[in-house]
């Protein structure tokens, strides 16, 4: 029988049949040291500048801090930025089969474990774009504010944009070139990066905000007008242009509000400016939205596992190390040291520095996801800056023909010149 009779499978490539399984690879890599310091990084800064809008801007007459950061600090139990991520992990490990890990000892109030508000406060995917647009979603919760309270939530919203189009591109990058080509980007090369950059991402988001506005302030000055009755009249006739307006808002804001990830990542993944970015990501995600969803929650899945892993090394950390200095010191506490407690803080903060890294991490694996559903472009395509050695070393310009008729003439001359010399040299 001949040898090519049959054909023996040894092997099945599953990511090539279903390629969302790539998102498992997000966890490796949002655990690198280089993904939990800028994730770290960007949140603090975040945290940093919404504490300081609410306390200044947005004070109540009671002197309490703004209903819309109260709101946050409330979910991890603190009132400022330190708090609110000492508190977003807890003190010990809470796997359900590990013993002496109760909830409650844990730090997390009883009720709460199974509760899916807790659920969605640490998954790194909905959980995190839900804290980075709070401030957007505030905006829409409140009836009437106070000029103070809006000019709050909006500097808050462009500070977050400010923060994480330095951050988020340096590790959208990242995560970018490793994913499509299995190449490190290392630390400086991915903050020049995002150094160079940092205008195509801010202006990404911003853009559709402007136009919202735009759109927005016509409609509040017909709202003036129906304080008169003359006015109302008018402006029940046009109403329907306000009906459109709406729906323009309506189409933007469900582009930016669920796209935005996807417009770092698509920078950092093609190079290219804040309109391509607007153009792609508005057609992925209308063209594509239950196949976006999908890849959401399956990252969603895989953040959250990986968070609880992550959080409980943390915690496991922090618990030992006390555990051993308290056979030395005895029944002092030293969770009430407040240098201790600062140390311990910086712990928690990398833990943290995960949620955020591997958002911008999955967020960057579903654009190359749906860029081939979408564009039909292999997921090994990404932007490649030029190697400088290759500037240095590459090969030489062509020569044009004058060049060539002039060294031609010259290596003319040059070969009469040696037969001369060797006539010459032949001659007594």
């Known amino acids: 029988m001949s040898e090519h009779d049959g ?17 498992a690879r997000c966890f490796r890599l949002a655990v ?68 002496g890990s109760d909830a409650t000892q844990a730090g997390v109030p009883q009720g709460k474990m199974l509760d899916p508000s807790t659920w969605r406060a640490n998954d790194p995917m909905f959980g995190t774009w839900a804290r980075l647009t709070a401030p957007v979603w505030q ?22 944009v400010a923060v994480w189009a330095f951050f988020g591109a340096a590790m959208t990058r990242i995560a970018a070139v490793e994913f499509a080509v ?31 506005v735009a759109i927005v302030l016509p409609l509040a000055f017909l709202g003036l007008l129906m304080r008169f009755t003359a006015g109302a009249w ?7 242009l306000v009906l459109v307006g709406g729906l323009l808002v309506v189409i933007l804001l469900l582009g930016v509000v669920f796209g935005w990830p996807l417009m770092w990542a698509t920078i950092s993944a093609e190079g290219t400016d804040s309109f391509d970015a607007l153009s792609r990501v508005f057609a992925y995600v209308f063209h594509r939205p239950l196949r976006y969803l999908f890849y959401a929650i399956v990252a969603a899945v895989i953040g959250w596992l990986g968070w609880l892993l992550v959080a409980n090394v943390a915690v496991a950390i922090i618990w030992l190390a006390a555990w051993a200095a308290s056979w030395g010191s005895g029944d002092i506490a030293l969770a009430n ?17 995960y949620s955020y890294a591997y958002f911008w991490t999955a967020s960057t694996t579903i654009y190359f996801l749906l860029r081939q559903d979408v564009d039909a472009t292999e997921l090994d395509e990404v932007y490649r ?44």
């Open 234 to 240: 008018l402006v029940g006739l046009l109403w329907p």
């Open 7 to 23: 054909v023996t499978l040894r092997a099945i490539d599953w990511a090539e049949i279903f390629p969302w399984l790539r998102i």
């Open 139 to 160: 905006i829409f919760q409140f009836d009437r504010m106070s000029l103070r309270t809006l000019l709050c939530l909006g500097l808050a919203a462009v500070w977050s």
């Open 32 to 99: 690198s040291l280089r993904m939990l310091v800028f994730g770290a990084a960007g949140i603090l800064l975040t945290l940093l500048g919404w504490w300081f809008l609410a306390t200044t801007l947005a004070k109540s007459e009671d002197g309490r801090i703004a209903q819309w950061w109260h709101g946050e600090t409330e979910q991890f139990g603190g009132g400022n930025p330190w708090q609110m991520i000492d508190h977003a992990v807890p003190d010990r490990p809470i796997l359900p089969l590990v013993p």
């Open 182 to 212: 299995d190449e490190r980007v290392g630390w400086g090369e991915s903050l020049r990066w995002a150094r160079t950059k940092w205008f195509s991402y801010f202006g990404a988001p911003m853009f559709p905000a402007i136009v919202v």
């Open 385 to 428: 800056e030029a190697d400088e050695s290759e500037k240095d070393f590459g090969l030489p310009p062509l020569a044009t023909e004058e060049e060539k008729g002039e060294g031609g003439a010259k290596a003319e001359g040059g070969r009469r010149k040696a037969e001369g010399g060797g006539e010459n040299a032949e001659s007594p």
């Open 337 to 353: 040291t407040g240098l201790i407690r600062f140390w311990t803080g910086w712990v928690k903060w990398l833990a943290m520095g």
